[in-house]
């Protein structure tokens, strides 16, 4: 007996959406012509014929688009940052008419590359990629054939759409503040290891520092650092000397440099000044709020959830990375370099 041909089955074979595959049937907006005779071509070469006379209910049911958002353990715990970036998504995509369904990646799912059901059955029309899992599992999610946007990571291995912070460009301009109060002895706190954002803003100190012809000291590039109050302290105190203003790749670290150096008897800004990045809650909670730079998370939502749906609507685009500036937020932090004899 002839198996009946569903209009999955010729979604399936071409690689899509089964939601694309409706609109190109239904003659809606939201796929290219190319898509549209592509899938037409291909149902009547299966054998599928389309129904045009469905109720209105069922009709819409197939028209909205369901995305998935799925993001580390780790990045779903970082509440001060990634939360306003979820947020903005869910209000991004609710605007669009579209459902979410978000999914958290433990460690073991990450090694094993265990998908969420969703993914393995390609139940979902997109997802979002937020921050770094590891390289081999964005991979797999890339492999599903499902279109992906990775937000704030990339790799040189992961052919994707991406959206991402000009991570150098800002390192760049915060070095750059620092050196216009006077400061030419700069340290940089962080661990390049655990993401490359990380990475990338260790590039934007050593530009600027080219830039500005300051001499930077290996000592004080503490590129492994772990994200502890008294393991962040231990590397300070350990130090022969120290510097007169500190570059830290996120608030947390500098929220905790901030409390080491006063606990060492320094003072903020008048003995050390600090700059921090992303402009979380530690940022602001921080005595005295610390100067960083400031992410736009809602703008983040806004260009990941609108380059999904362009490539829902058009696979054939070329891929993209988009680079989102910071601006700088002048706090307590910073003032003017010491006198050093």
Not at 174 to 196: K, Q, T
Not at 249 to 263: E, H, K, P, R, T
Request: contains cysteine.
């Amino acid at each position: 007996m002839k198996t009946k041909v569903t209009m999955q089955d010729v979604a399936d074979k071409l690689n899509l959406s089964k939601n694309s595959v409706s609109q190109a049937l239904t003659g809606k907006p939201g796929v290219s012509e190319e898509t549209r005779r592509l899938v037409m071509q291909t149902a009547s070469e299966m054998g599928y014929t389309y129904a045009k006379r469905q109720g209105d209910q069922a009709e819409s049911a197939a028209s909205k688009r369901t995305i998935a958002l799925i993001a580390s353990d780790y990045a779903f715990s970082m509440k001060s940052f990634f939360s306003d970036i979820y947020l903005s998504i869910d209000k991004e995509l609710n605007r669009n008419g579209c459902g979410l369904v978000i999914q958290s990646i433990s460690p073991d799912q990450a090694e094993s590359l265990t998908l969420p059901a969703f993914l393995q059955d390609r139940s979902v029309d997109g997802v979002l990629v937020l921050s770094h899992i590891t390289t081999p599992y964005i991979q797999a999610v890339l492999d599903t054939g499902i279109p992906a946007v990775l937000i704030d990571h990339h790799h040189p291995a992961l052919q994707a759409d991406t959206i991402l912070t000009n991570n150098r460009f800002s390192a760049f301009e915060a070095v750059r503040h620092l050196v216009e109060l006077g400061h030419r002895d700069i340290g940089y706190m962080g661990n390049i290891r655990l993401s490359p954002s990380y990475y990338e803003r260790l590039e934007g100190v050593r530009l600027a520092a080219f830039e500005l012809d300051l001499s930077l000291q290996e000592q004080w590039l503490i590129t492994d650092a772990v994200e502890d109050s008294e393991c962040v302290r231990s590397r300070l105190k350990k130090l022969p000397s120290l510097p007169t203003a500190w570059f830290c790749v996120n608030d947390g670290f500098g929220f905790m440099v901030n409390s080491a150096l006063q606990q060492m008897g320094l003072r903020v800004p008048e003995d050390v000044s600090i700059v921090s990045f992303d402009n979380g809650y530690l940022s602001q909670l921080a005595t005295p709020p610390t100067t960083t730079m400031n992410v736009n998370r809602p703008l983040y939502a806004e260009c990941a959830v609108e380059r999904l749906l362009n490539r829902l609507d058009k696979p054939e685009l070329p891929l993209t990375e988009t680079l989102l500036p910071t601006t700088l937020l002048v706090r307590a932090s910073t003032g003017p370099a010491p006198e050093r004899g």
